[in-house]
């Protein structure tokens, strides 16, 4: 079985699951449109350009993703310091934020390791609904008047981040930039947010 064959019978196997199509995109790291291709696509139809990543081996394991999580963290504290106008000791952020899924636990790993508050966002492409909206978890932190770190596992299109930036600017906080491990759209930033990604991920054609 081909590596595209085996992400078909993937996409099948967690739609046949119950996953909607903005959860196995999240689970296969993979665009939606990607995903719609997959699902409904008869073979021989142009595959969408993409890059599918499978970090499972060390997402699996606690202690590897702790050690990631720490990365991510200090990859955001040399970027800032890197910046124009950068300062030897960057201003902390108060608030870390995991994007539902996989930014959860990685928020949560740099959340406690620093002593920081944390919240989780839903992204809109999650809710249901005529007019699905993106939110924070009413559960843990607010972040009207915070510095917020934003923390996922991959950056697809950007589309997530750019709605996330929109609603945090929108109740208040302040996002003082974007962690991710990997980024597929090599992004400097969004909306003047710093992205600061461990890994840039480039399709070569």
């Not at 995109?25 to 969408?48: C, F, N, R, Y």
């Not at 990543?53 to 999580?69: C, E, N, Y």
């Not at 950056?155 to 109740?171: A, C, K, P, Q, Y």
Request: aromatic share 6%; net charge negative; proline share 5%.
């Amino acid at each position: 079985m081909s590596s595209l064959e085996e992400l078909i019978a993937k996409a099948k196997t967690l739609q046949a699951k119950g996953h909607s199509p903005s959860q196995i995109a999240d689970e296969l790291s993979l665009s939606m449109e990607t995903i719609t291709w997959l699902l409904t696509q008869k073979k021989g139809a142009e595959v969408p350009k993409d890059i599918h990543i499978d970090w499972s081996a060390v997402s699996s394991h606690a202690d590897m993703l702790q050690g990631i999580a720490a990365m991510m963290f200090t990859r955001w504290y040399h970027a800032c310091r890197a910046l124009p106008g950068g300062v030897d000791e960057p201003e902390l952020p108060t608030v870390v934020i995991g994007v539902a899924q996989s930014g959860i636990p990685l928020a949560t790993l740099i959340a406690a390791e620093m002593d920081l508050k944390f919240t989780m966002y839903y992204p809109k492409k999650h809710a249901l609904g005529d007019k699905p909206v993106g939110s924070v978890s009413d559960n843990f932190s607010k972040v009207s008047g915070e510095r917020c770190l934003i923390v996922d596992d991959v950056i697809t299109s950007g589309n997530t981040m750019r709605e996330i930036v929109d609603f945090l600017h929108t109740h208040g906080a302040h996002p003082v930039g974007i962690s991710v491990i990997f980024d597929k759209r090599n992004l400097r930033d969004v909306d003047g947010v710093p992205v600061c990604a461990l890994f840039k991920v480039s399709r070569i054609d």
